[in-house]
């Protein structure tokens, strides 16, 4: 079974088998939350109803929910069958409930563990404390964190934090009363950044710090809350924060030298740059740092893409664990990715190390392994923390560890320093852009709480174009302090008009984000660089192995190496295995920088790619349709091409995105051939294969529009007869009919008699096929469309020459086919005779099965059914009806449509569990789907279960 894990005691998250799930769009993550945060109890619908929408919930908002339930079954369990009831999601009588195991689920752990830790207290005190600090360890923020505002201000979640803080505070005075209250110093840290105000928590987090020896750190909070109440909220600590207060400089008070004066003293370097005071956020890194600083001699290494603060944590971090390091901090800057001065070797480091550490340079060895030596020879025996800050290399860095026990390092560096994991033992903390919300505390940590929460639109729409990335923000936030008049509308507006990166220029010389990624790109090999500049070109936000060894010109295992630079330089990342991505602001700057040929070569291959990708699946999808010439392909370019139909579908699923970006950059370009070949692929997926008709509509009218700026007939003809398809299935008869009789129009002028045909048959099945059953005058004027048809390619199919037909006759023959349609229905209406009229529409069918189209064989049979279901011999009409879905049901949304007229025909016989099976085989079709045309399916399947009761 997959290991399943679900948080909400922080930002929502969610694993299997550690796997990060993607839980969806904000309010669908906000229902998982409401969820969890009932611990396995029933939740009401009125409540979800009030998280997600308080007042003013939509009409449709209880169909709404049930689909956010349904897409999180399939996002959370995807193995489990769509109606099985037995998951983790459930329905109950009045909402739903989310039934998990304790180890499944943070709150519920963290309820447990809490439980046994007070049940242990009395007899194991120290076990107890353990226990407690497990607990406060899966808090990795206020409750919901990545919630929108307004659904976290909900007191569904503010109940959960008032629990957090209410039992840290409990657990801690117990602690403290048994002297282990340093073992909760992480929890009431985090604890008191999360609630700022909130004196009880901080007192105890004083308190602590003095069991845990930390008393110049006690003390400077004190003064960091008391600046913070005093500021602003006009108030002076209270009594506990004042008790706790003096305990610190009561513990801190001086004691007598105890040592002879002349004894000489060990130099205690204190080398640490300042910490930020702005620093904001990264309580999960800074846990995993305080984690992995566990052991005899840790060696931390913090990766992660220029500007994205990996100084900024390891600084705070130092700070706060300095006195775990009594005999001083050493720090340097190795200069890995200057811009000018080059990277400092390790032989200068380790003599200023050494400087700092009482051995003057006069006394120092001259040789790297003697100043390596002698280095770790120092440290013996001492408690040093070393930062080695911008790190190059491995080789960079490997001289300055030290040997001993004791010491702890922590190395900054763009680069991923894979030797000194392999060799070395180094943990990772890999640095990632900030979420929303930590962006949100980091400008009001710059600019002030009243004046970001002034203007929340600007600050979302700054936070937006930023990407999340710390020295983006930081640039903003300076330019935002630099005038007083500065608003975050005038600095969102500025953002705006300016373009692309130059949005970050000219506020802070040489710190502007074009030149700190540029540090990175020039130690780039030039394979690597041509491909980061071909990767900024790339139109979609993610890309698959495949495009990229296209877009790179370039052999698989060629393309992985260049791609493992990359992502070793934080240039771009690996989403999940086989799919690349990077920062908005990097994939700006790499599109900045190729020369006008090297763009241009790669839009070509791009577009290639994606589309005979396309092509290649449609056939697949649909084999009926003939294939179409798009004039070659460029040189290198190598699409994927799908061995069947669920691999077509699947690669359609992943790059539906990156398809329609392209159709975006190609329109941009001026390259209008693209734009109607696209139409043609994805008219192959998503027609009767995906049945979203709604969402060829918008594609085929780009195309078209291409194809008139073009004056390309043939084209202009075929996305005239496919919107006409479109429209005709959502039942907007009249512009069917009018996008069928502009097909004719052009089908005239280009002289093409199957094209006039196809547009007139359509303009036929608009008067028959309407949703109910035609009159007599729409039989007629249809048969006359269909009469001229004949006419105009009848002899098209008389003569051919014998063999295997030319496609352009398989068309004519499938049109005639289509025509005794109609001229069926005008035997039934003139004559009344049905097996006459069952008889001409049976020579259509043979027609179809002739030249192989199983899917026009099956709609003669579907309308053969209408036809017997009309005039009451249901009987007939059901095993017509039969023979049509056993030709279509490969297309999920034709045979989901004959289903629901069998329903009608066994309902009418009397047979309703028949009936029943019918109706609900078609629901499963449509189940968890909700593009329109499922939605109309299910109407109709409501409006018949509705009329029998």
Not at 45 to 64: E, H, K, S
Not at 583 to 605: F, K, N, S
Not at 674 to 685: E, K
């Amino acid at each position: 079974m997959p290991e399943m894990w679900l948080q909400v005691l922080g930002p929502v998250r969610g694993r299997r088998d550690d796997v990060e799930l993607e839980l969806g769009p904000p309010q669908q993550r906000t229902l998982l939350a409401v969820l969890l945060a009932a611990a396995g109890e029933p939740v009401g619908m009125a409540t979800i109803l009030d998280v997600l929408w308080g007042d003013a919930p939509p009409a449709a908002a209880a169909a709404t929910v049930q689909q956010y339930v349904s897409r999180l079954r399939r996002i959370i369990e995807p193995d489990r069958p769509a109606r099985d009831t037995g998951g983790l999601l459930r329905r109950t009588a009045g909402g739903y409930q989310l039934a998990a195991d304790d180890d499944q689920v943070d709150l519920l752990r963290w309820r447990a563990l809490i439980r046994d830790a007070r049940a242990l207290y009395g007899a194991d005190k120290a076990a107890a404390g353990a226990m407690f600090r497990e607990a406060f360890a899966l808090w990795t923020g206020p409750a919901a964190a990545n919630l929108p505002p307004e659904a976290r201000g909900h007191p569904v979640f503010a109940g959960l934090d008032r629990e957090h803080v209410t039992t840290l505070v409990e657990a801690a005075d117990d602690a403290l009363s048994c002297g282990f209250g340093a073992a909760l110093v992480p929890a009431l840290d985090r604890a008191a950044v999360w609630h700022p105000f909130d004196e009880g928590v901080h007192a105890r987090l004083l308190r602590a710090l003095a069991a845990a020896g930390r008393r110049a750190d006690g003390l400077r909070r004190y003064r960091e809350v008391r600046d913070r109440l005093v500021g602003e909220l006009g108030i002076e600590p209270g009594p506990l924060l004042q008790a706790a207060h003096r305990e610190l400089l009561a513990e801190a008070a001086p004691a007598p030298e105890d040592r002879p004066r002349d004894e000489p003293r060990a130099v205690r370097p204190a080398q640490l740059p300042a910490d930020l005071g702005s620093f904001s956020g990264r309580d999960v890194e800074l846990d995993r740092l305080d984690s992995l600083a566990e052991g005899a001699m840790p060696l931390v290494v913090v990766g992660g893409l220029g500007g994205v603060g990996k100084t900024a944590l390891a600084l705070r971090w130092a700070h706060r664990v300095m006195s775990d390091y009594p005999d001083g901090q050493l720090y340097v800057d190795l200069r890995g990715f200057a811009p000018r001065n080059p990277p400092l070797s390790p032989v200068e480091a380790l003599h200023g190390f050494l400087e700092a550490l009482g051995v003057p340079r006069s006394n120092q060895p001259a040789t790297l392994d003697g100043l390596s030596a002698l280095y770790r020879s120092v440290l013996a025996g001492r408690k040093v923390l070393v930062v080695l800050d911008n790190a190059r290399d491995d080789e960079q860095v490997r001289p300055l560890l030290p040997g001993t026990a004791g010491c702890a390092v922590v190395v900054t560096s763009r680069s991923y320093l894979g030797g000194l994991a392999v060799d070395e033992g180094a943990r990772s903390v890999g640095l990632d852009v900030f979420s929303d919300a930590d962006a949100y505390r980091y400008l009001r940590s710059r600019l002030g709480k009243e004046r970001v929460d002034a203007e929340p639109e600007a600050a979302a729409e700054i936070i937006e174009v930023c990407g999340g990335l710390p020295l983006a923000l930081a640039i903003c936030a300076a330019w935002t302090e630099r005038s007083p008049a500065f608003t975050l509308g005038t600095v969102a507006a500025e953002i705006r008009r300016r373009a692309g990166l130059d949005a970050f220029a000219g506020v802070a010389t040489g710190r502007d984000v074009r030149a700190v990624f540029s540090w990175s790109y020039r130690r780039l090999s030039p394979g690597a660089a041509e491909l980061f500049r071909r990767l900024g070109l790339h139109p979609g936000g993610d890309v698959a192995l495949g495009t990229v060894a296209s877009i790179a010109g370039r052999g698989t295992p060629e393309t992985l190496t260049l791609l493992a630079e990359l992502a070793d330089a934080h240039l771009i990342s690996e989403l999940r295995p086989g799919r690349y991505g990077a920062h908005d602001l990097v994939r700006a700057y790499a599109a900045e920088l190729g020369e006008p040929a090297e763009r241009q070569e790669t839009l070509r291959r791009t577009l290639d790619h994606y589309l005979h990708s396309l092509l290649a699946g449609a056939q697949l999808v649909n084999p009926l349709r003939t294939p179409i010439d798009t004039g070659g392909i460029a040189d290198r370019v190598r699409p994927f091409t799908p061995r069947d139909t669920d691999e077509a579908l699947a690669w359609f699923g992943e790059e539906r995105e990156n398809i329609s970006a392209a159709m975006d950059a190609a329109e941009q370009h001026g390259l209008d051939p693209y734009l109607w070949y696209f139409a043609w692929g994805l008219n192959g997926y998503l027609m009767d294969q995906l049945g979203r008709w709604d969402e060829v509509i918008p594609a085929a009218r780009r195309a078209l529009a291409a194809a008139e700026r073009q004056n390309s007939l043939w084209w202009r003809g075929y996305l005239h007869n496919a919107l006409g398809i479109c429209h005709h299935r959502f039942g907007d008869y009249a512009e069917a009919y009018r996008q069928w009789s502009l097909a004719v129009e052009v089908g005239r002028a280009a002289d093409d008699p199957v094209r006039t045909g196809i547009g007139l048959a359509g303009m036929a099945s608009t008067l028959t096929d309407n949703g109910r059953w035609p009159t007599g005058d729409e039989i007629e004027r249809a048969a006359a469309f269909a009469d001229e048809a004949v006419a105009l390619c009848g002899h098209l199919d008389r003569d051919a020459p014998p063999g295997r037909p030319d496609p352009y006759t398989v068309r004519a023959r499938e049109l005639l086919g289509i025509c005794a349609e109609f001229f069926a229905l005008r035997i039934l209406h003139r004559t009344g005779d049905v097996e006459a009229a069952a008889a001409e529409l049976r020579r259509g069918i043979d027609m179809h099965r002739g030249v192989g189209n199983w899917a026009r064989e099956g709609w003669g049979w579907e309308l053969l059914g209408r036809i017997y279901q009309h005039v009451g011999q249901d009987a007939e009409a059901i095993e017509a009806y039969e023979r049509g879905l056993a030709l279509m049901q490969r297309w999920q949304w034709s045979g989901t449509e004959v289903l629901v007229s069998l329903a009608a025909c066994h309902a009418r016989l009397g047979d309703r569990a028949a009936a029943a099976r019918l109706r609900a085989r078609a629901r499963r079709l449509a189940d968890g789907v909700y593009h329109a045309y499922a939605d109309q399916l299910r109407a109709r399947l409501d409006a018949y279960e509705t009329a029998e009761g």
